[in-house]
C-alpha cells in the first residue's frame, strides 16, 4: 500500500562535476535497481544540472529547505514556487540541523510546510529526539510536541500529501544507527499521533522514513520494519553504489 521512498539529502556537498557526475551515475544505475521511489536532494544551486542529469530517469528532485514566503525582499532564500519551477518534486523541511544549527523551530517549520502545501511539492517534515531526550525517556514527548507544532492548523487533506521522516539526532551523521526496534516503535507511535489527530486511513497510508546513519549494510533490517516506509540518507547518498544498495534493500 505504501511505496516504499529513499531520499538522498546530500547536504551542502559537492561541486559541479561532482554533482553532475553523481546524479548520473544514480539515473543509470536506477533503472536497473528496483521499484521504490527514489529522490536526490542537492544543495539549491546545483539544481538545475542535477535536474538535467536525471532527466529522462524515475528519480526525483528535490530540496533540503526553502523560505515560507513564495517571493519578494528576502535576500538569500529560495521559495517553494522557486522549487516547482526548476522540477523539484519534495522539499526537506525541519531537518536537524535546520533546527539546531540555524534556529528552525517548529512554529517556522509550519509555515514552510503550509507554504509548500501551496505548491505541488511534497514536503518531507523531519523530527527527532537529542541523544539526552532519549536517555531521559523523553523521545514519544519530544516527538509529539514536533508533530503538534510542525502540523499545526494544518488539515487531514493537507496532511494526506506529506511525508514524515523520523530522524532521531545521536544517529545523524553519527554512525550510530538506531535499531530496527528503536526505529520501529518510534514509527509506530507516529502512525498513533496521526491516527489520533487525523484518523485510522491518514495513519495508515502516511509514508514514514527513518533517517540516521543508513548504509548498505544496514538498510535492509530497518525497510523491513512494517511500518519504516524508507529512508532518508545523508553521507551515503553521496556514493552512487551505495545509495542504489539502499534503494535495492527498499525493494
Ligand atoms: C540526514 O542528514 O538526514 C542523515 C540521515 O544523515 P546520515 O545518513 O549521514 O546520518
Known amino acids: 500500500m505504501r511505496r516504499p521512498l529513499i531520499v538522498g ?66 535576500t538569500g532564500e529560495v521559495s517553494g514556487p522557486m522549487l516547482v519551477d526548476l522540477g523539484c518534486r519534495y522539499v526537506i523541511l525541519g531537518h536537524s540541523e535546520r533546527r539546531q544549527l540555524f534556529g528552525e523551530s517548529d512554529a517556522v517549520v509550519n509555515r514552510k510546510l503550509i507554504a509548500a502545501l501551496k505548491t505541488s511539492l511534497t514536503p518531507i517534515v523531519c523530527v527527532g ?30 496532511v494526506r500529501r506529506i511525508v514524515v521522516a523520523y530522524e532521531p539526532v545521536w544517529a545523524i551523521g553519527t554512525g ?45 533490517s530497518l525497510l523491513a520494519c512494517p511500518n519504516v516506509d524508507g529512508a532518508l540518507v545523508g553521507g551515503a547518498c553521496l556514493k552512487a553504489e551505495e545509495f542504489l544498495a539502499i534503494i535495492a534493500a527498499a525493494n
Open 9 to 74: 539529502n546530500w547536504k551542502m556537498n559537492s561541486d559541479k562535476a561532482g554533482a553532475a557526475a553523481l546524479a548520473s551515475a544514480i539515473a543509470k544505475g536506477f533503472a536497473t535497481a528496483g521499484r521504490a521511489d527514489a529522490a536526490v536532494c542537492p544543495p539549491f544551486v546545483y539544481l538545475p544540472l542535477v535536474a538535467d542529469a536525471i532527466a529522462g530517469s524515475a528519480i526525483a528532485l528535490g530540496a533540503q529547505n526553502m523560505c515560507a514566503e513564495p517571493s519578494g525582499a528576502f
Open 129 to 158: 529526539e537529542l541523544l539526552a531526550q532519549r536517555e531521559a525517556n523523553q523521545t514519544t514527548d519530544v516527538i509529539q510536541s514536533q508533530i503538534a507544532g510542525s502540523l499545526a492548523g494544518l488539515t487531514a487533506d493537507e
Open 176 to 220: 550510530k544507527v538506531a535499531t530496527p526496534e528503536q526505529a520501529e516503535a518510534v514509527h509506530l507511535d507516529l502512525r498513533r499521533m496521526l491516527a489520533t489527530r487525523y484518523n485510522d486511513q491518514l495513519a495508515a497510508e502516511t509514508r514514514l522514513l527513518y533517517g540516521g546513519s543508513v548504509k548498505a549494510d544496514n538498510a535492509r
